[in-house]
């Protein structure tokens, strides 16, 4: 999720058009509205995350569990897909995902990609990362490729530093997760990545999901697949 004054709504907005694997829309609710209308309806976006993450002029200045005090009608709200939902999708085919047997929290890192700007809104990518067996990696990109709302197939398999990571062992989000010698690393785009283009569109004030702290809608896993 994603907050943004009005005056940066349109930009962020191209953005997520210019790059939908990190960024792709579910839903945009109108300026000052915090009720869902097609994927959460009587939902509210205020209230309904387990946590969000404030930013003010670029800068993550703290993290609230509610926001209904930040509120006002020039705020616009993007819902972004999440690759929760294409989890759901490898658990179901049989494919072990460690991190939510060890932390609960996938690992995620900055890369040296960059994504392709919009007005303010510019960055590198952040992709999250799952380990699985060669076999088991061809599997998982078949799979998560028919959920473009979930991030859609990897963009990467195999050494980190192709995609400027430094050390697999210490994300810059999320939690490290166990990878044993017949592993290798799957990257995946990763809804955190808006977070990195706010920092440097500086808008006044801005509201997201704190990472791995995910709005629920009422749309099933299913209803994205194609």
């Given amino acids: 999720m994603v907050i943004l004054p009005s005056?940066?709504?349109?930009?962020?907005?191209?953005?997520?058009?210019?790059?939908?694997?990190?960024?792709?829309?579910?839903?945009?609710?109108?300026?000052?509205?915090?009720?869902?209308?097609?994927?959460?309806?009587?939902?509210?976006v205020r209230t309904d995350l387990p946590r969000y993450r404030i930013f003010r002029d670029g800068i993550p200045t703290s993290d609230s569990t509610d926001i209904r005090d930040l509120w006002s009608d020039d705020l616009v709200t993007f819902l972004l897909g999440c690759s929760f939902v294409a989890e759901d999708a490898l658990m179901k085919a049989g494919l072990l995902l460690p991190h939510i047997a060890e932390t609960g929290f996938v690992p995620m890192f900055r890369t040296t990609v960059p994504c392709k700007p919009a007005g303010r809104f510019n960055g590198n990518m952040v992709v999250s990362m799952r380990p699985f067996t060669p076999e088991e990696a061809t599997r998982a990109a078949e799979i998560t490729k028919h959920y473009p709302m979930a991030h859609g197939a990897p963009i990467h398999i195999g050494d980190p530093a192709y995609l400027g990571i430094k050390n697999i062992e210490k994300p810059e989000f999320g939690e490290p997760v166990t990878m044993t010698a017949d592993h290798l690393p799957v990257f995946w785009p990763c809804g955190v990545t808006p977070q990195e283009a706010i920092v440097n569109a500086k808008p006044p004030i801005a509201i997201t999901h704190a990472p791995g702290h995910m709005f629920v809608s009422d749309i099933t896993s299913e209803s994205t697949r194609i």
């Fill in 7 to 44: 005056d940066y709504a349109e930009e962020f907005q191209q953005f997520c058009e210019n790059n939908p694997q990190p960024c792709p829309v579910l839903e945009v609710l109108p300026s000052g509205s915090f009720e869902p209308r097609k994927i959460a309806p009587q939902a509210d």
